[in-house]
């Protein structure tokens, strides 16, 4: 069976942790036989400012990005971030989204203010819409680091690629070993934050 | 053999030490810079961080010249800088084989212009290859010494930020057995670029176009896709891959990986198989134009933007009038930006709060502080290139003398400097400026991800060098008015820029401390004003990512700040005055 090419969307804050994050989704999708392309962002981009990547996997995949309205799945590691680049879903795409509000400057200095009505305004559109507390849960494991970990258990989970093959491993692979009990805790509890959600049929490319 | 992930940058590093590379030289610029990042990690080659794209390639040409296989990489707008010697070496020729990689940057993402550098090929006659993921990065790299080496060429080798940057699978070759070496060779008339020898390599460089145009017409790196032949595609690089998204077996396409010389001939075999002939290319016409002027007819830059980056989604609408996705919603208007900015700590913060407190007009140039152009501080007038600080501040106080340069300053990087500021700098010594640099002495070069350079006593591969001491330098150089400030000493900075704005005299700042992000110093300042805030905002002035208002009172995230302690001096309760408005 051809295995359709999908496209994630990874975003958020210059050091959110959007590259580890989409290492560990990488690795796996590698030991899982996928062709995978994804291209990131370097350079001043990362000073604080908005991040995005792309992720793609499938049997072939030729382009390493796609335009508006064609990503499956957004994982949106901040808010605003989140409704920054919603447009970018298809109709009834997946947005993963942490539940978290880092305020850029100008909201910082009191000239503008962060948007008080997100989640309505996200739960309003065509999208498939899981507003997840990975900030929170990190909060509760003792570092807030490791809520791109938490976001990446529960993505994995949710596009139901769980059980294809052995994460904890990737996961292992991918962390500092001191840090290894801590990451795998972090995946487990993100597969946790989204158990009673069954995994979402993604629309195909075609 | 081993498939591995890799970035476009890591897979030509990969290809460099297949290759047999020897020597590998370049200056650090998104996003080229993790080429020789990791090209510097394989064994038994030398690889360095010049001072300059320019001193790069003139490495290169010597590693070349000595019979090694030589490797230069630099970002788009470097090669304007080794443009000099890159024009040249498109006459001398080399003995080793050597490749100049161009990254350029559609979209500019971390650059301030979008500049095709395809134009550089035919500019210099020179080949060059342009690879679409990891694996052609390898492989095309490996070909791209072949060529130069049985052409007698320069070859250069384009890439874009997506290609760089892009992992994808790649399948590794064999490792090198070290890096190959020809024998050198006196040869006067081919390398000594005096006129009379010039002129017959001219020829010779007129004789090798026309045996690489033949070489184009059958080599490889040129391929046909056939799928429906309604519609044929010709693109290059990743924008071939981006075409075969959007328009899968529904056309056919032509895949051009060598795009100088161009394979006429079989562009108009491909031409008339197909309907209709469209070219699909980022930024300028440069195929379209090539192939127009031969005679064939073919759509481009009427379908698709000019200026910025292509994606699939563009290509579908350009080729067939709409895409099958498209935005289900629009993004709400007035949702607040979010702009990079100076990291929390960051040394050149107190510098743009006291230029921007004392009205400063301000020459920038390249590197993060160029963010002091950004609110709230916009205490920048101009950025244009690397060392270009200098060079205007020295025509403005010409252009309006020295009283108008009492409130002149040129900012400019320790890497900056180092890379074209030092011969601006001579200029004002040499022509009397009364001008005011600041040198913002952060220890790396920090936008493109903390590489090291002549200053910061370390080199590309870790091993210690003599650290060149900049206020030495500049002194020897024949200012006299040479001071080194702490720049988390607000007040002593504001004092010297006030003092040195006012000396009518050039002189030059040194403001030194390191990165935050690098150093391992951190400070231990008791922060105390968060208890006494009056919410009088002044420390809101300074732009910090780690002070946020709640409610009327500013606090302070103790998870983002580095403990500069700036703020706490901009704090009229903690200087124990009154708030004051200014």
């Given at each position: 069976m051809i295995r359709e090419t999908r496209t994630i969307m990874l975003d958020g804050v210059g050091g959110q942790g959007i590259i580890m994050a989409s290492k560990i989704l990488i690795d796996g999708l590698i030991q899982a036989d996928y062709d995978v392309k994804s291209s990131e962002v370097h350079g001043m981009a990362q000073r604080g400012g908005s991040v995005i990547t792309q992720l793609r996997y499938g049997d072939r995949v030729y382009s390493s990005l796609v335009g508006e309205g064609a990503v499956d799945v957004l994982f949106a590691m901040e808010k605003l971030e989140a409704m920054r680049y919603a447009h970018f879903l298809k109709k009834d795409g997946l947005l993963l989204m942490n539940e978290m509000e880092i305020p850029p400057a100008s909201v910082l200095t009191g000239e503008?203010?962060?948007?008080?009505?997100?989640?309505e305004r996200l739960g309003a559109l065509p999208v498939k819409f899981f507003p997840i507390a990975a900030e929170a849960k990190a909060r509760e494991l003792g570092n807030?680091?490791?809520?791109?970990?938490?976001?990446?258990?529960?993505?994995?989970?949710?596009?139901?690629?769980?059980?294809?093959?052995?994460?904890?491993?990737?996961?292992?692979a991918a962390v500092k070993p001191q840090y290894k009990e801590l990451n795998l805790e972090a995946f487990r509890s993100g597969m946790e934050l989204v158990r009673h959600s069954r995994p979402q049929v993604l629309v195909c490319n075609r | 053999m081993q498939k591995v992930l890799l970035t476009g940058n890591e897979a030509i590093a990969r290809g460099a030490f297949e290759s047999g590379v020897g020597v590998g030289a370049g200056y650090p610029g998104t996003p080229s810079t993790e080429i020789l990042e990791n090209f510097v990690n394989y064994p038994g080659i030398y690889a360095e961080w010049a001072p300059n794209e320019k001193v790069a390639l003139e490495v290169g040409f010597g590693a070349s010249l000595a019979g090694a296989r030589a490797l230069v990489t630099m970002k788009h707008v470097g090669l304007n800088v080794a443009a000099d010697p890159f024009m040249t070496m498109s006459y001398t020729g080399v003995n080793g084989g050597l490749v100049v990689i161009s990254a350029d940057d559609p979209g500019m993402y971390s650059s301030q212009n979008e500049q095709d550098n395809r134009f550089y090929a035919r500019f210099a006659k020179i080949p060059?290859?342009?690879?679409?993921?990891?694996?052609?990065?390898?492989?095309?790299?490996?070909?791209?010494?072949?060529?130069?080496?049985?052409?007698?060429?320069?070859?250069?080798?384009?890439?874009?930020?997506?290609?760089?940057?892009?992992?994808?699978?790649?399948?590794?070759g064999e490792d090198s057995s070290g890096p190959v070496a020809r024998d050198f060779q006196k040869n006067i008339s081919k390398f000594v670029m005096l006129p009379g020898y010039a002129r017959k390599r001219h020829l010779a460089v007129e004789e090798r176009r026309l045996r690489l145009q033949e070489y184009a017409e059958t080599s490889g790196l040129n391929q046909t896709v056939w799928g429906n032949r309604s519609i044929g595609i010709i693109a290059s690089g990743v924008i071939f891959n981006f075409a075969r998204e959007a328009l899968g077996d529904d056309a056919s396409y032509l895949k051009l990986g060598l795009t100088y010389p161009l394979p006429i001939q079989l562009i108009s075999d491909f031409a008339s198989q197909v309907e209709r002939l469209i070219v699909v290319e980022e930024l300028e016409p440069f195929l379209e134009d090539q192939i127009k002027a031969a005679g064939i007819a073919v759509e481009g830059k009427s379908l698709f933007p000019r200026v910025g980056e292509l994606d699939p989604?563009?290509?579908?609408?350009?080729?067939?009038?709409?895409?099958?996705?498209?935005?289900?919603?629009?993004i709400p208007d007035g949702l607040p930006g979010r702009p990079p900015i100076m990291c929390p700590g960051c040394p050149h913060r107190s510098v743009f709060y006291v230029l921007h407190k004392l009205k400063a007009r301000v020459t920038g140039d390249i590197g993060c502080y160029t963010l002091g152009a950004m609110p709230p501080f916009e205490a920048m007038d101009a950025c244009l290139c690397m060392g270009a600080s200098i060079g205007a501040s020295l025509g403005m106080e010409k252009a309006r003398g020295s009283e108008f340069a009492r409130r002149l300053v040129a900012v400019i990087g320790d890497s900056t400097f180092v890379h074209s500021g030092i011969t601006g700098l001579i200029d004002h010594i040499y022509n009397k400026s009364t001008g005011t640099i600041i040198i913002l002495d952060n220890r790396t070069t920090a936008m493109t991800g903390h590489q090291?350079?002549?200053?910061?006593?370390?080199?590309?591969?870790?091993?210690?060098?003599?650290?060149?001491?900049?206020?030495?330098?500049?002194?020897?150089?024949?200012?006299?008015?040479?001071?080194?400030?702490?720049?988390?000493?607000?007040?002593?900075?504001?004092?010297?820029?006030?003092?040195?704005?006012?000396?009518?005299?050039?002189?030059?700042?040194?403001?030194?401390?390191?990165?935050?992000?690098?150093?391992?110093?951190?400070?231990l300042n008791e922060?105390?004003?968060?208890?006494?805030?009056?919410?009088?905002?002044?420390?809101?002035?300074?732009?910090?990512?780690?002070?946020?208002?709640?409610?009327?009172?500013?606090?302070?995230?103790?998870?983002?700040?580095?403990?500069?302690?700036?703020?706490?001096?901009?704090?009229?309760?903690?200087?124990?005055?009154?708030?004051?408005?200014?």
């Open positions: 503008s203010s962060y948007p008080g009505d997100i989640n807030v680091r490791v809520m791109n970990v938490i976001m990446a258990g529960a993505l994995i989970k949710l596009i139901g690629l769980a059980d294809d093959l052995d994460w904890s491993a990737v996961v292992t | 060059m290859l342009e690879p679409g993921d990891s694996q052609e990065a390898k492989d095309y790299l490996k070909e791209a010494y072949l060529i130069s080496e049985q052409f007698d060429t320069p070859v250069l080798f384009r890439l874009t930020t997506r290609l760089s940057h892009t992992r994808t699978p790649v399948l590794l989604v563009l290509i579908e609408q350009g080729v067939r009038g709409a895409s099958r996705f498209e935005a289900n919603y629009q090291d350079h002549p200053a910061t006593g370390l080199t590309l591969s870790g091993r210690e060098a003599p650290k060149l001491d900049l206020a030495a330098l500049v002194r020897s150089l024949g200012v006299r008015s040479v001071r080194t400030i702490d720049p988390y000493d607000l007040k002593a900075t504001e004092q010297a820029i006030r003092e040195e704005m006012d000396r009518e005299e050039l002189s030059v700042i040194i403001t030194s401390r390191p990165c935050v992000m690098i150093s391992k110093e951190r400070l922060i105390t004003h968060q208890d006494q805030c009056t919410g009088c905002k002044k420390c809101l002035r300074l732009g910090c990512p780690a002070l946020y208002l709640a409610g009327d009172r500013v606090r302070r995230d103790e998870e983002l700040c580095n403990n500069c302690a700036v703020c706490e001096q901009v704090c009229p309760q903690v200087k124990g005055e009154t708030a004051e408005n200014e």
